[in-house]
């Protein structure tokens, strides 16, 4: 039973015995006080779950005792007498905050009704503090974010510093580094933890939908809206809207988010009224938006209406010495959750998975560790159990450079051609070895052209060009 003890606050003598014997009987510990002034010293003085007052009482009334508890006691369910059978003093109470009102002369049977009606509320308010707890303490950052290296440490940084406030944060890193995982943890730890998190992915919705999926839509707003559907925005109210690859979003639509961000709300598509929402945004993405910015693919406004605090996660290969880390995590779980044997991995086995250059970042290395957790029989992981991390065999520190491996082949080639006759070879030559190049690096970059151009050490516009001219196909996988 959450509910124990209980005042009961009455200026008339009658009121207070009657409750005191059959609350008492019921096991409440129960206290008296025959007018406001006494109820408020007691409260003060112990701690009470519930407080039965009547609303006209001597000194303070019941009203204003009322409005005392909630200013310093607001955790104090509160429950109101009147003598007066019309519903002015009862709704007023409500208005206040009680938590109910029973008029006299009542019935026990009425004031039992509501106090098991507390008591529930009581358990279910209590489950609920539970659950958040439990939440929090499994989003606890070093629960769920692995690592201890210095880039790691900057992280946790502001992160601790940014999740208990309510601003817009910018999250930025390469595909696969724990956006979303930085996302949830800063909502999780904040204090709209128990209200919804939503993610939206704004590159994988098609442009002609992205709009209705932010903001709703009302019923014959386009073929096929058949009836009202509230947005992302509408549902996150309250909470945190997670908004992926927002560096993807159109510009007409950024102008939108900006409008949403400025004014806290919204207008569903199709419709003219605005709809107030109450939420936090958490934005990512893997491109650099500065250079979107210049470009103008992406509204400067905008830009640093979200770039209010940034966090930028390091890629797996820039903090190697936390792979051990992240491979004793990846274990434990697939251990715990699904039985497997490998409960950690050789020597040379660590030193492979930590030399290995890791494109996917910690989620290709997660994807790694459970195919091989999954097909290896042994308690520790071999270097058998990862072929594709494997280096080429015959591969030594004495192989040949890159320079005189280009000049073999190409020696190869040409032997077979009469250079006396070609007049453009020089291009011909750098044509055959951008395409290549360039592959690799969109490859290693997952299609991120900033990125790549900031490698290539060339112009972003330049970049774009060389992909038409050379017919490069950035779809294939």
């Given at each position: ?210 709009e209705s999926e932010l903001f709703g839509f009302e019923k014959g707003a386009f073929t096929g809206a058949t009836e009202r559907k509230s947005g992302k925005f509408e549902q996150a109210d309250g909470g945190t809207l997670f908004l992926d690859e927002i560096g ?37 993405t893997n491109q650099d938006l500065k250079e979107q910015v210049k470009a103008k693919e992406f509204r400067e406004d905008l830009y640093y209406r979200l770039n209010v605090v ?168």
């Amino acid at each position: 039973m959450s509910i124990h003890r209980i005042l009961v606050a009455d200026d008339e003598e009658s009121i207070r015995w009657v409750l005191s014997k059959a609350l008492s009987k019921q096991g409440y510990a129960v206290e008296l006080a025959a007018d406001g002034t006494e109820a408020l010293e007691l409260i003060r003085k112990k701690k009470f779950d519930l407080a039965v007052l009547d609303i006209k009482m001597p000194g303070i009334t019941g009203l204003d005792l009322l409005n005392r508890i909630q200013e310093e006691y607001p955790g104090l369910l509160v429950v109101i007498m009147t003598a007066e059978s019309t519903m002015k003093n009862a709704v007023e109470a409500m208005k206040r905050g009680a938590y109910d009102y029973i008029t006299k002369p009542f019935d026990l049977d009425a004031l039992d009704a509501i106090i098991l009606k507390a008591n529930k509320a009581t358990d279910v308010s209590e489950e609920v503090q539970r659950l958040k707890h439990e939440l929090k303490e499994h989003y606890q950052l070093d629960r769920t974010i692995i690592g201890k290296s210095r880039p790691m440490q900057e992280v946790y940084k502001v992160l601790g510093k940014v999740a208990p406030s309510d601003v817009t944060v910018l999250v930025t890193g390469e595909s696969g580094t724990g956006k979303e995982l930085v996302a949830r943890a800063i909502h999780f730890n904040s204090p709209r933890l128990g209200q919804p998190f939503l993610a939206l992915n704004c590159a994988a919705i098609p442009r002609e939908l992205l709009e209705s999926e932010l903001f709703g839509f009302e019923k014959g707003a386009f073929t096929g809206a058949t009836e009202r559907k509230s947005g992302k925005f509408e549902q996150a109210d309250g909470g945190t809207l997670f908004l992926d690859e927002i560096g993807d979003m159109p510009l007409e639509l950024q102008a939108k988010l900006l409008r949403v961000l400025q004014e806290k709300e919204i207008t569903r598509t199709g419709g003219s009224t605005t709809i107030p929402v109450n939420v936090r945004i958490v934005a990512a993405t893997n491109q650099d938006l500065k250079e979107q910015v210049k470009a103008k693919e992406f509204r400067e406004d905008l830009y640093y209406r979200l770039n209010v605090v940034p966090i930028s996660l390091p890629a797996l290969r820039e903090r190697p010495d936390d792979i051990p880390l992240l491979v004793e995590f990846f274990l434990e779980r697939m251990h715990n959750e699904q039985g497997v044997a490998a409960r950690g991995c050789t020597a040379d086995t660590m030193a492979l998975l930590q030399k290995h250059s890791w494109p996917g970042n910690v989620r290709e290395l997660e994807n790694s560790i459970q195919r091989a957790a999954l097909l290896s029989p042994n308690q520790l992981l071999t270097p058998e159990d990862f072929p594709i991390l494997e280096p080429e065999s015959g591969a030594s520190d004495n192989d040949e450079s890159l320079e005189s491996l280009i000049a073999h082949k190409l020696h190869c080639s040409l032997s077979q051609m009469n250079v006396q006759e070609l007049d453009n070879l020089y291009e011909m030559v750098l044509h055959q070895m951008e395409r290549p190049l360039i592959n690799i690096v969109m490859d290693k970059t997952r299609g991120n052209q900033v990125r790549a151009a900031e490698i290539l050490g060339i112009n972003r516009n330049t970049l774009r060009k060389k992909i038409q001219t050379l017919e490069i196909d950035l779809k294939k996988e």
